[in-house]
Every structure is written in C-alpha cells, then in structure tokens.
C-alpha cells in the first residue's frame, strides 16, 4: 500500500503541484495540519486537501483561522502568521473555515496491515507541542506514545524531516511540504510502502509563490521575509 505522509503545506501550490505530479496515483493520503499561513494560495491549498486526503488533522494556524485561537506561532514569524490568516480568512468561504475547523486535533486510521495515528504537535499538546523525534530518549517516547495504539505516527509541526524507530513502531515527521526548515528550499514528504517508510525531497518552483506573495496586499516587510524563507528554507 502506497500511503502519502504530509504536513505543514502552508498554502504553498506550487509545493502541492509537485508532489500531484512526483505521486500521481497514492492509496491513500494522511495530512498532519496547517494548510493555511504563510502562503500565498490558502484557497487552492484548502480545497484540494479537503478534497484529496484520507484523513486530516487541525494545525495551530488551521484552528487560528477557524477559531482565531492563536497557538505555537514562533515570535519571529509573528507578524507574517497573523497578515496571512487574516489574508486566508478573506480568500476562503465560511463553508471552506469550518471544514477546516472540523478537522480533529488528533485521528488514527488503520490502512492495509498498518494502524496510523496522525497530529500536529504531540498527544498531550496537538497544536502547540513540539517534539524531535532524533533528540528525544526512549523514555519520552515510551511515556509519550505507549498509549496510543498504533503502528507508525505521525507528527508536523517542526517542519523538520524526521523517522525514529523505537519499540517497534515507528514515528514520522513529512516535514514541511510548504516551508521546509533545514536549510534548503525543497520541499518534503514521507512515503510509507507496505512498512517501509522514506523521506522524499522535492524541487519546485519557489520563485512563483514568492512573485503570488509581490502580489497580495501583505506587508513589503512580510512579504520580504516569507520570499526569503521560500528561497532558501527556514534555519
């Protein structure tokens, strides 16, 4: 079974176009949250993931464009994350915000001989936590997952790529599909293959949606910020 991992798209399309194109046929498609914030297309984003995924969880700026709750937003993105919602909210329906507002915090799915739960952040802080699966003990995970009965899990949030191993399950994080956050502007996603589970590197195209950013009536200071971010990756 041929099952797509995604996070943190951040209503990147030029990100999303890709991968349509690098995995035309999946069986299926897990998203772990934030469609919205930072991008420039949060309307093209949001529907093809309503449309597309198998299962979909509520990231921080999901629930802050739902519900204006404001979780997790890094300080130094703060002026960006509050210009973008408040541009998602005047591009998307009202029909468009609470599909995404309906999404759960946390969901699991079995799918063919695998059972998958999938959240933004952590169990215990689904839209604000932050875990780094390489630098965590195997007491953390233990203490963090052993209740969650489940094969492979999968994370977002930190936009950073990650698969750690520990008994005998597996937690993955996609990484960033939108924003990636290691240094180079690729975008990321994960591939799980009847157990087998690989990080995938994507080139796109990062000048357009920094040329749709040009284009929105964002802030210059914004929009400098975010071209930057799309050009060389977050660090």
Known sequence: MHVLLLADVHANWEALLSLQRAEPKPDAILFAGDAVGYGPDPLNCVRWLLTHTTLAVRGNHDQAMASAEIVGMPSELGDAALETLAYSRRLLTQRDQARVGQWPTSAS??????????????????????????????????????????????????HMPAIRQF????????????????????????????????????????????????????????VDQLSGILATGLV
């Open 109 to 158: 799915i079995a799918l063919g001989d695998a059972r998958f739960y999938v959240t933004h952040g952590t169990p215990r802080d689904p839209l604000g936590g932050q875990l780094n699966p390489a630098t965590c003990t195997e007491a953390e995970l233990h203490a963090l997952f052993d209740d969650i009965p489940a094969n492979v899990i999968v994370l977002g949030h930190t």
């Open 167 to 222: 008994g005998g399950r597996l937690i993955v994080n996609p990484g960033s599909l939108g924003q990636p956050r290691y240094g180079t502007p690729d975008a990321t996603y994960a591939v799980w293959n009847d157990g087998r589970v690989q990080i995938k590197h994507l080139h796109y195209d990062h000048d357009e949606p920094a040329r749709k950013l040009r284009l929105t009536t964002l802030s210059p200071e914004v």
